[in-house]
């Protein structure tokens, strides 16, 4: 890794340089309503010291959106700009959330990667994630005003 990367907790006043930095990332879904300023406050209130960025010389380069719900961890919206990727940042950044759960005591951590992204499957797989085969993911839209759009 870069040695002027350093790796710190996401802060709210972080949030224009994030929404940035998620709009650069091609088949990036960002939702409506989760996604915005005050979603994203929300989900920093309720998990204060977990989720994480990444920064060189002042500029936002990754982010991870990491929360639990006291038993299992999930990370979202975990990307690296791609001018810095292949250096360690995204490892760093998952170590930093992962540590930050364990202070927690979550023992567990989880997340969702689209089957077309094959940069971030290969990703997870590479640094010890286990892909399940044994489980079904399902969810319900609680409120269709939250829409999801993808960068292209």
Known sequence: MQQNIQIREMKIEDYPQVHALWM???????????????????????????SVVAECSGR??????CGHDGRRGC???????EAYRKQ???KAMAVFAMKA???????????????DNEAGNCFWKSVGWTFRQDLNYYDFT???????????
Request: net charge positive; aromatic share 8%.
């Open 24 to 50: 650069t990332i091609r088949g990036f879904g960002i939702r409506s309503i989760d996604d915005s300023k005050e979603g994203v406050e929300r989900f920093l209130r309720r998990n204060p010291d977990t």
């Open 101 to 115: 759960l364990q202070k927690e005591q979550v023992n567990k951590v989880s997340l969702i990667a689209f089957k």
């Open 88 to 90: 360690g940042i995204g």
């Open 142 to 152: 609680l409120n269709d005003a939250n829409i999801t759009r993808f960068n292209k």
């Open 60 to 65: 936002i380069v990754g982010t991870i959106l």
């Open 75 to 81: 990370f979202y919206h975990v990307c690296v700009q």
